[in-house]
């Protein structure tokens, strides 16, 4: 609008002229103070007084006393708030000082606000103060004081948080796996490492056979002869010369042709089952499982939020007219099956080994229904006849069937290698939820160069007719010295002798007594998975007997020992 104006010949307004700072009062008082005090000494020579800069002409002309100026600090504190400012000779505020006008006295309302402002500030460090101190007598206090140390007040604040609170929900569903968990008593394992005890607990190779010259001898074999890959990361997949072995084996053994991409190296069986559940389980999927079944693969697909269903084991196997019957009952209630979890081959606890029809049938029944076959087979190899069962995955032609197996068993446990065999296209999705970086190279060399040198085959050749015997000094001695309170049926391979105890005699009662003559072996309720949620007790008349560890004396002195516990424990 100005620039409008001024075209039509209207003058611009000039702008005001800039204010002149404000001098400071206090300075402004001493200076004259000081003329005062000099027209003073010039009155006594006899001089006239100099014209002051700050009082009026005529007052300076004559020679008279300035007119007093209405002062309110002199009203209010008198001479003394008029007296001159010391400052420093030649320091830099003196210097400074004409330059920086002082600032004028702020509104009585903005003095208000500040003393407002300090009086909030004043009660919220008073109020964080009162709960600093509540807290501290209660004993949990969470703040962290500038004197404590770190240390101990980390140790503090977290000695009041309860852990089970951060755990996931499978975490929180699992117990971690005492000797309880297992069927033994708390302090069957504590007599057996002591040697005070024959243990008959746990599925392990015999500790005499361990072929720990030959592995040494490989492990040479394969530093010396390894470019380096032995000693780095070992990828999801695992070794790939090992894995053609397998491959190879399960073409000339069980007639399945495979390559290494059907192939999947493992921390032991165990890890691959863990594998297979993180890649296919949600959280409340169904999954049908033996009972009596290994209660280990029970805790691992708990852990991942599986439901589990079973179906019944007798001397010939899974029953598969139960499987029918439940995949059946399933499917009407509108649920499925993601996988059916089964040991076929000398079973574990109960030894049992499944016929060729109800293999046959068990495929089946899982390829009509949608669900996945999980066959556990570590014992497969330990078999005490000329040939080895069929595989389930032969017989449904490498598809819909995922087996997982171990060298923990024809080995050693202490080596951790296990695989998953199954079609590429399930492998590669097995890959998905590996996070470990992969096994160890260097043993996946050496187990290769124990294979590829005949020496696992004479291994496993001489083992196979070793726990044959072990098997049958166990069920000779039962026959011999418990026959009225056990009955069984002998295993065709594998570590265990599932025996029932006769006349309503009490698992718990004489694995009690035999602990007491120094035998230690696990119920039978540990290997029934639903056990917790039935009202009766589906193990109480039932042992599991491993004859791998214990040699064949050992064998025998231990069926007498149980032979006098169930005595006792009969009354």
């Known amino acids: 609008m100005g620039r409008g104006r001024a075209r039509r010949g209207h003058p611009r307004r000039p702008l005001r002229d800039p204010p002149r700072p404000l001098e400071r009062p206090a300075l402004a008082r001493a200076a004259a103070h000081d003329h005062r005090g000099r027209d003073r000494r010039r009155s006594r020579a006899g ?26 600090r002199r009203e209010a504190g008198g001479d003394a708030a008029l007296r001159p400012l010391q400052l420093p000779a030649g320091s830099a505020r003196a210097a400074g000082v004409a330059a920086r006008p002082r600032r004028t006295r702020r509104h009585p309302r903005a003095r208000a ?51 089970e609170a951060l755990l996931s929900s499978g975490a929180r569903e ?11 008593p708390a302090s069957a394992w504590e007599l057996a490492s002591r040697g ?32 380096g890959g032995a000693l780095t990361y070992g990828g999801g997949l695992g070794f790939e010369g090992l894995r053609e072995q397998l491959a190879d084996r399960s073409a000339r053994e069980l007639g399945l042709p495979a390559s290494a991409e059907h192939f999947m190296l493992t921390n032991g069986s165990a890890g691959g089952i863990a594998i297979v559940c993180a890649a296919l389980l949600d959280r409340g999927d169904v999954v049908v499982s033996e009972s009596p079944t290994f209660s ?41 099956a993601k996988l059916v979890y089964a040991i076929p081959n000398f079973h574990n606890p109960t030894g049992a080994s499944l016929t060729l029809e109800r293999r046959r049938e068990l495929v089946r029944l899982a390829a009509e229904h949608g669900a996945l076959l999980l066959d556990d087979d570590p014992y497969g190899e330990i078999h005490f006849d000329e040939a080895r069962p069929p595989s389930l995955a032969a017989l449904a032609g490498g598809r819909g069937v995922i087996t997982v197996g171990t060298f923990s068993k024809t080995i050693a446990t202490g080596l951790r290698v296990g695989w998953i065999e199954a079609e590429p296209e399930l492998i590669e999705r097995f890959t998905r939820m590996r996070f470990d970086m992969g096994g160890s190279p260097l043993l996946h060399r050496m187990i290769a160069g124990f294979i590829e040198s005949g020496g696992y085959a004479d291994h496993v050749g001489r083992m196979r007719p070793l726990y044959a015997r072990k098997a049958e000094a166990l069920q000779r001695g039962l026959r011999q010295y418990a026959e009225p309170y056990a009955e069984f049926r002998g295993p065709r391979g594998g570590f265990f002798l599932w025996v029932r105890l006769r006349d309503g005699l009490s698992a718990d009662a004489v694995q009690r007594e035999a602990l007491a003559e ?48 169930c005595e006792r424990a009969a009354g």
């Open 196 to 227: 005070e005890a024959i243990s008959l607990a746990g599925g392990i190779p015999d500790p005499s056979t361990l072929p720990a010259a030959a592995l040494r001898e490989a492990l040479d074999h394969a530093l010396a002869s390894d470019d």
């Open 518 to 565: 120094g035998i230690v072996f696990p119920v039978g309720r540990a290997f029934f998975p639903d056990h917790a949620e039935r009202d009766d007790d589906p193990g109480r008349g039932y042992i599991r007997l491993a004859f791998s560890t214990a040699s064949v004396e050992e064998l025998e002195e231990a069926a007498a020992r149980i032979a006098r516990a």
């Open 296 to 336: 280990g693969t029970m805790r691992t697909l708990r852990g991942h939020g599986a439901r589990i269903v079973t179906v019944p084991v007798d001397e010939d196997g899974c029953r598969t007219d139960a499987l029918a019957a439940m995949l059946a009952r399933l499917q009407a209630e509108g649920r499925r």
């Open 113 to 163: 606000r500040g003393r407002a402002h300090l009086r909030r500030r004043r009660d919220r460090r008073a109020r964080r103060a009162r709960a600093l101190a509540r807290l501290r007598r209660r004993g949990g206090s969470r703040i962290v004081s500038r004197e404590e140390d770190v240390a101990a007040a980390a140790a503090r604040l977290w000695a009041d948080r309860d852990p």
């Open 174 to 184: 699992l117990s971690p796996g005492t000797a309880t968990d297992w069927g033994l």
């Open 47 to 72: 001089a006239a007084p100099a014209p002051s800069q700050h009082g009026h002409a005529r007052c300076a002309a004559a020679g008279s006393a300035r007119p007093r100026v209405p002062d309110r």
